[in-house]
């Protein structure tokens, strides 16, 4: 079973422009996450899909930070303009139909603002 | 507000020694524990998870946590650790009926062959 994928894995961008991740969960999986983690910090939720749906955008740190879920599949976070906080590891993260599945993770997304 | 607090930030241990790292909890209801491993390049992986029940929960590769509601915690333990244990730790809580995880700052156990 192939896991949860992201992309890029790495990307460095200016102050100002515009930048937007991607992630594949495990397929099958209705419930995808968005996780962030600054650097020496915890990681910390962003927000959670159910199929296309927004359940939980109660983490997103402002109006900059767009996330989608096309068709219920696969999910961009779009950030615009970033800002020089937004460097980080960006997770996503997806399970199963039923609360108390198994979240399972991504590699992360490395997010330099220069 | 809830938070986690993963007490030691870096560990550093020879093989065979036992390990422990401290998890505590602000949340005053029923949660769900969890702890996550980041093994160096790999993604996080499930160590185990504590819903009910025992409140001592074995997870993979040996390692065990006990949960003490009295104390808000959920400590993780292994007995004898060894090389390839060194990874990053992560204790991460989520509140009766959420979905959402909300993680400590993770601890760095590094294992000295």
């Known amino acids: 079973e192939a896991g949860v994928t992201q992309f890029p894995s790495h990307s460095v961008i200016e102050k100002g422009q515009t930048v937007t991740l991607r992630c594949d969960p495990i397929s099958g999986h209705d419930n995808l996450y968005w996780y962030r983690r600054v650097m020496g910090k915890e990681i910390k939720f962003l927000l959670h899909?159910?199929?296309?749906?927004?359940?939980?955008e109660s983490g997103m740190p402002n109006n900059r930070f767009l996330a989608e879920r096309t068709g219920g599949t696969y999910s961009t976070l779009k950030v615009q303009p970033a800002e020089l906080e937004d460097s980080g590891v960006y997770f996503c993260?997806?399970?199963?139909?039923?609360?108390?599945?198994?979240?399972?993770f991504g590699p992360g997304t490395r997010l330099t603002v220069l | 507000a809830q938070s986690v607090s993963q007490h030691n930030h870096h560990v550093i241990l020879s093989e065979a020694a036992s390990l422990e790292l401290g998890c505590n909890y602000s949340?005053?209801?029923?949660?769900?524990l969890f702890w996550y491993v980041q093994y160096p390049g790999q993604h996080l992986q499930l160590l185990l998870k504590?819903?009910?029940?025992?409140?001592l929960v074995k997870g993979i590769k040996g390692f065990e946590a006990e949960f003490i509601k009295s104390k808000f915690s959920f400590n993780l333990r292994k007995p004898s650790v060894q090389w390839s244990d060194t990874a990053e730790y992560f204790c991460?809580?989520?509140?009766?009926?959420?979905?959402?995880?909300?993680f400590g700052t993770g601890t760095r156990l590094k294992v000295l062959a």
């Open positions: 993260a997806s399970s199963q139909r039923n609360l108390g599945d198994t979240q399972y």
């Open positions: 899909f159910v199929k296309e749906s927004k359940q939980d």
């Open positions: 991460a809580v989520s509140p009766s009926g959420t979905y959402k995880y909300i």
């Open positions: 949340y005053g209801g029923t949660v769900n």
């Open positions: 504590y819903f009910s029940g025992d409140p």
